[in-house]
């Protein structure tokens, strides 16, 4: 499955995505019981009349790729509700939510030991009760993870930044205008809210990975062309993934295991 920001539609909606959007990629042979491929909203997601069909078909299918992958991989937790394993290959851990059809892949120079320290921190061991669910002093975010209680549904969503890569070109012409506005709009490293920027120079990017209203984020790179300019940017991109009590617990407890 091949994903386009901007064209990419989730086939439950019919509206296109951005890569910034929290999605689920959902890749199924060709089955009357399940879901067709696509990547869907999580809400719409969590409409489809088949969810549970394609819940089970997750679970058994990264069962059975992790038992596949146990010599190249390091397979560190195979279970009902989570499953983790490291890849030495890219140095990063996936931590797969089997109840909720999602994974999550971490890398081991930093937020992998940040996620670990975050959910094993003892006080929020110690409170995470169903009565304190809406309270608790646990109730935390960092840069990179939080845990917020939603109480509709009563569960504790948990919310785990991920960085997307994205991209916009300009003519050479357009550049020269946006650096007398805004001078630092080129500088690797500058956070940029570029729908601003372009807003008050009424600049129109040639090209714009996904929407315009979503490219904010720090610059990593300008490459500079002949009558273009490529800037490369990372943009920030939540995925939440709500989790009962006794779920979060569970995940804790894998954690312990593994970490
Ligand atoms: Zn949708």
């Known amino acids: 499955m091949i994903f386009a920001a901007g064209s990419t539609a989730c086939p439950n909606c019919e509206k296109p995505l951005d890569s910034t959007e929290d999605f689920i990629p959902i890749e199924t042979p060709l089955r009357t019981d399940l879901p067709e491929s696509g990547f869907y909203h999580v809400?719409?997601?969590?409409?489809?009349?088949?969810?549970?069909?394609?819940?089970?078909?997750?679970?058994?299918?990264?069962?059975s790729y992790l038992e596949s992958q146990s010599n190249v991989w390091n397979v560190l937790e195979i279970h009902d509700r989570y499953s983790v394993a490291y890849v030495p290959s890219i140095d990063e851990a996936f931590i797969f939510f089997i109840a909720s059809g999602r994974v999550v892949s971490l890398s081991c120079r930093g937020p992998w030991a940040e996620f670990c320290d975050f959910l094993l921190d003892y006080e929020l061991r110690d409170e995470l009760t169903e009565q304190n669910r809406l309270k608790g002093p646990w109730i935390s975010e960092t840069k990179l993870f939080?845990?917020?209680?939603?109480?509709?549904?009563?569960?504790?969503?948990?919310?785990?930044?991920?960085?997307?890569?994205k991209m916009l070109r300009f003519t050479a012409n357009q550049y020269e205008r946006l650096k007398q506005v805004r001078a630092d709009v080129f500088s690797p490293g500058a956070f940029i809210d570029f729908a601003d920027v372009c807003s008050q120079t009424s600049i129109a990017p040639v090209l714009v990975d996904g929407f315009l209203e979503n490219c904010k984020g720090i610059v990593t790179?300008?490459?500079?062309?002949?009558?273009?300019?490529?800037?490369?940017?990372?943009?920030?991109?939540?995925?939440?993934?709500?989790?009962?009590?006794?779920?979060l617990q569970e995940l804790i407890n894998v954690l312990q295991r593994v970490s």
């Open 221 to 247: 790179s300008v490459d500079e062309k002949n009558d273009r300019v490529d800037l490369r940017f990372v943009a920030e991109k939540w995925v939440r993934i709500p989790l009962a009590v006794s779920e």
């Open 146 to 165: 939080a845990l917020k209680p939603e109480p509709p549904g009563g569960f504790i969503v948990l919310e785990v930044r991920n960085g997307v890569q």
């Open 43 to 63: 809400d719409c997601f969590h409409r489809l009349p088949n969810r549970a069909q394609y819940l089970e078909y997750f679970r058994n299918r990264t069962q």
